[in-house]
Structure formats: structure tokens, C-alpha cells
């Protein structure tokens, strides 16, 4: 997706449908679709869909996953698979995708490191 002309979608569809349209027009899978589609509504919804998704930033992703490590007790993998799925929302659907710097900066995401009992 690196270097391409950026795909934009249709700007009048809900923002779920933009991403799935998204997803669709780079062939994921439909699974994939299922899955990351879950995950974004499941973060919306975690903040209490009280703001836009722009208005969001590193602090509450963070606390997302936060919340699925310690109150979820999720493996580090499935902490991945929402991070995943947060950064392809970010980063693809032109509504979300102002400011989505935060997402990659080092400092800002959390550890994935399982420390052993």
C-alpha cells in the first residue's frame, strides 16, 4: 500500500462502511474484515463513542489496550491483533487518518512483554 495512490472512500458511508469498503478495495480477507472491523467498534465503544475518532490519540489507545491486558486478560498476541486493527483504522480510512504520527512513535505504544510469575 506504500507508494500508491491512496484509496478513498465513499465519504457519504457511515465510518464502519468506509472501512469495510477500505478493506475490501486492498483484498483482505473477509475474516480479516470481521475481525479488525470488531476490534475498531469494540475500542469506539471502550471510550464511549463519545468523540470522534480524530479526537483520540496515543493516550487512549494505549488505555484501550491497556484494559484488554489487565481487566480482558488478553495474551500479548491478541493485544497485537487489536493494535493491528486500531493502526489500519488510522492509517487507511481518510476520516481517522489526520494525525495518526502518534501510532508509530516508539514511546507511545505499550510493551507486549509478558513477565514470568
Known sequence: M????????????????QVREVLRYYHYAYRTEQTYCDWIKRY??????????QEMG??????YLSNLATKGK?????QRQALNAI????REVPSCSDEIGFL???SSLPSFQHSKP
Do not use: I
Open 2 to 17: 506504500e507508494g500508491k495512490k491512496k484509496f478513498r472512500p465513499n465519504s457519504d458511508l457511515k465510518l464502519m462502511d
Open 44 to 53: 469506539l465503544k471502550f471510550h464511549g463513542m463519545k468523540r470522534h475518532p
Open 58 to 63: 496515543a493516550a487512549e489507545v494505549e488505555q
Open 74 to 78: 488478553v495474551a500479548a498476541s491478541t
Open 87 to 90: 493502526v489500519f483504522f488510522y
Open 104 to 106: 508509530f512513535q516508539e
